[in-house]
């Protein structure tokens, strides 16, 4: 029976209201009794095998404090949460494990248990702790656990290691982070040594990992990474079978002894001399369509070598891994495509007489961020300089594609209809919604003209972008704020309107997108106070270093988006 705000999850896995599908998903998968709890120690997770085990409908589960209705002590009393094993692993979220803890079922009987913690992020404020656990009988009932010793892991640290393999490289898309992660958690519960080897996208190995741990920290030996021969056809060798997608092996030394058949094994030959490892588990790691690599454990210090058991749960991660390299990959695929395509259409800027121009886009840090900044500066047919600024919604590939859209619409608008850039503006909006693919975007559009005794005005029309920036060349800093409308595609037709402003000689008027302002740490506010302060410190300094410095020194350092910027220095009149 369900209560509301409750269901059943895939595979019987019950969730509350908080988690999201995919904890619905790894708790139904798992094959021992797992809940997740919140940093405070409440359920808002279980299955099916919890609620067999526990005795309790998860009705009664979802909700409750964990400690005040499961844990007792061996005499079946209720104990303090100061007493709690559990409660300061919750509040650090860190993994935590203990075998001789008892649980009340729902008929009063007492289950003896072993547990263990790992964190399961759900956000970076709401992180989740995976709790799983067993009857302890079945525990220490395994054939071969008193004779495992410190190499082998047993049923629970399988299951818990998985499920932190799971979380962990599933939550980052980037590669470096991936392999960092995945040999971050298989040293040292399995091995003293890690070794990753990928293939890249033109087929060429690249020994990317080698790392060793030492006194309980990683070194990374970079001696022993870099290029690796091609993968051999035929080779019957271990790592050129995993590099293949053939099979997961066990290896020793007296693998490699014989003469090599490759240039693989010759690495690997030497990769045994350096290391000491007396025995090593080798496994591919495949992505959805392709073999990416192969991962080997390797085992100097420790004196258990590797069994069929290791073997496989070497598989179970290597499939995990693979699934987060392949994603991984796929999006910087895309991030590359989208940087590409938005540097290419970023246009060369014109050469005016009295005016430097210099621009800059920076991609954003994260590859999930590629967006729509963009900057444009052309003349137009009665010899005005048109300048613009702009940001399309999104932050994938439609937004670059989408910048581009807007950009040649604005610049067909603006080369052929003489009105002010308000009225340009304004076409554009109309057009946005019914011949792009954008849905919505933010501008600036300016127009620089100059009279015969060489004084620069700019005009301008703001759709609901960040306002520039005029320095003059004495520092006076002032945000020209005039001209504001509502941002592009929201279907609003009301009229836009115009500001006018002279421009001194030697000042410096600056375009810039929101990633030069904004922080999730710090109010628009501050992020535009720090603009202005810094811009008037560089003011006397020439615009190629102005516009270097300042974004150095403007752009937030937890900054997550990318940014383009477009400074123009007036000239001087002489005389």
């Avoid at 693989?264 to 588990?281: C, K, P, Y």
């Avoid at 695929?333 to 005016?352: C, D, H, S």
């Avoid at 015969?452 to 306002?467: K, V």
């Amino acid at each position: 029976m369900e209560t509301a705000g409750e269901g059943r999850g895939p595979g019987g896995a019950h969730t509350g209201a908080g988690p999201d599908e995919t904890v619905g998903d790894m708790l139904a998968r798992l094959r021992t009794g797992a809940y997740v709890v919140d940093v405070h120690g409440s359920i808002v997770a279980v299955n099916a095998l919890a609620e067999q085990l526990l005795d309790r409908p998860a009705t009664q589960l979802v909700g409750a404090d964990a400690h005040d209705l499961l844990h007792r002590n061996a005499r079946g009393e209720s104990m303090p949460t100061s007493r709690c094993r559990m409660r300061p692993a919750f509040l650090a979220g860190r993994p935590a494990q203990d075998d001789k803890e008892w649980f009340e079922r729902g008929d009063g009987t007492l289950l003896p248990v072993s547990w263990s913690i790992v964190p399961c992020g759900a956000g970076p404020d709401d992180t989740l702790m995976l709790v799983l656990f067993h009857r302890r009988e079945t525990i220490t009932g395994l054939p071969g656990h008193e004779e495992a010793g410190g190499g082998t892991l047993d049923e629970l640290e399988r299951l818990a290691l998985l499920a932190e393999m799971t979380t962990q490289l599933t939550s980052t898309l980037s590669v470096d982070e991936a392999l960092s992660r995945l040999v971050s958690l298989v040293l040292p519960r399995l091995a003293d040594w890690a070794v990753v080897d990928l293939i890249s996208e033109r087929d060429e190995v690249w020994r990317t990992k080698v790392v060793h741990m030492e006194n309980g920290t990683t070194v990374v030996r970079r001696d022993l990474e870099g290029p690796m021969a091609p993968v051999p056809a035929e080779s019957p060798m271990p790592l050129s079978r995993a590099l293949r997608g053939v099979s997961s092996t066990i290896a020793e030394p007296q693998t490699y002894e014989r003469s090599p058949d490759s240039g693989i094994a010759v690495e690997q030959r030497r990769l045994f001399e350096a290391t000491g490892m007396h025995s090593a588990a080798i496994a591919p790691i495949r992505g959805l369509r392709e073999v990416l690599g192969a991962l080997t454990l390797g085992r100097s210090e420790r004196a258990d070598k590797f069994t069929a058991a290791d073997l496989s749960l070497l598989e179970d991660i290597t499939r995990r891994a693979g699934l987060a390299l392949d994603n991984a990959r796929l999006y910087q695929r895309q991030r590359k495509v989208a940087e590409t395509m938005q540097r290419y259409l970023l246009p060369q800027l014109p050469r005016i007489t009295g005016l430097e121009m210099t621009s800059r886009y920076l991609p954003a840090p994260d590859a999930s961020h590629v967006g729509g900044d963009w900057y444009d500066a052309f003349t137009l047919g009665d010899g005005d300089t048109a300048l613009v600024i702009g940001d399309v919604s999104g932050h994938d590939l439609d937004a670059a594609a989408g910048m581009a859209q807007l950009r040649n619409v604005l610049r067909s608008y603006a080369w052929s209809q003489k009105e002010p850039p308000s009225r340009i503006v304004e076409r554009v909006d109309r057009a946005v919604l019914r011949i792009t693919d954008v849905s919505m975007a933010t501008l600036v559009l300016g127009t620089l003209t100059t009279d015969d005794e060489g004084r620069w005005t700019l005009r301008w029309t703001n759709a609901g972008h960040p306002p520039p920036l005029l320095v003059t060349r004495d520092g006076v800093t002032e945000y020209l704020t005039d001209g504001g409308g509502m941002l592009l595609g929201t279907g609003t037709d009301r009229p836009r309107v115009d500001g006018s402003t002279a421009l001194p000689p030697g000042s410096t008027l600056v375009l810039y997108t929101d990633g030069l302002v904004e922080s999730p740490t710090h109010s628009i506010d501050d992020g535009l106070d720090r603009l202005r302060r810094n811009a008037a410190a560089l003011a006397h300094r020439p615009v190629e270093a102005f516009t270097d410095e300042l974004l150095r020194r403007a752009r937030p350092a937890d900054n997550d988006d990318d940014v383009a910027l477009l400074a123009v220095r007036i000239g001087t009149r002489s005389g």
